[in-house]
């Protein structure tokens, strides 16, 4: 149910966004998107700020790049954004005809601007909707009791997020619902099986290493200050508790 909410706000307020979102000013826009990025990268600073050893987010994230950049995560989630677009953003190819009837030299427009845009939407929006403690607690909670309050309150802020990013960014923001059904819907049917697996230093760890990831977020795609592959370091998310358990397992804390 709380997942079900949260593709439904992110739809409304994507869907606000991209009708009513032309009609504000650009520099309205774009300093709601920059107030989101700065919101982001403050919430971020407070989710690493809860980890409890440094030393095991920065193994984390390294780790996690490493094995980001092998399986190419980054480039996997723009061909995944690609193929959508292709398939339901209506750019087909337009094949000119002429009178004349002799040959016709076909130009197609591959619309590279667009999709990038498309793209640019679509990791956004899946990126900020997903990672976060709120994410993970909600799901669990969720999952576990059929409480779904946290994901509710999750709802209404991805709601106005959705709102924000679509004005601006497009409709690759409406189909971050997918990322949302297959991640978050996945951990909460999981639940039952990781609240017996994730202990509280494993969270505190992953929290702190999806904070790592909001900045990155913040940095490159809201704020726009430098290019980060944010999507390669994915797998530090389960990196992190990974590293806590062989700590334990050696009763280093």
Known sequence: MGTLINIATVLFGGTLGLL?????????RKTVISGLGLFTLAYGLYNFLKTQNPLIVLGSVLLGALLGEWWKIEEGLQNAGKWLESHFNGQKAQTPTEKTGGPVEVTQDNGSDSSR????????????????????LGSIQNGLNGDYSLLAIKSVLDGFAALAFASTLGVGVLFSVIVILLFQGGLTL????????????????????????????????????????????????????????????????
């Open 20 to 28: 009513f979102g032309s009609r504000l000013p650009d520099r309205l």
């Open 190 to 253: 999981l639940a039952g099986q990781l609240i017996a697996i994730i202990s509280p230093a494993m969270m505190a760890e992953m929290t702190a290493v999806g904070g790592i990831l909001l900045l990155g977020i913040a940095i490159s795609s809201l704020l726009e200050i430098k290019p980060i592959r944010v999507g390669n370091f994915l797998p530090s998310l389960a990196i992190a508790p990974l590293i806590v358990a062989i700590l334990n397992v050696f009763g280093i804390k």
């Open 117 to 136: 845009n498309f793209v640019r939407a679509f990791l956004t929006a899946s990126l900020v909707f997903c990672i976060g403690p709120m994410t993970i």
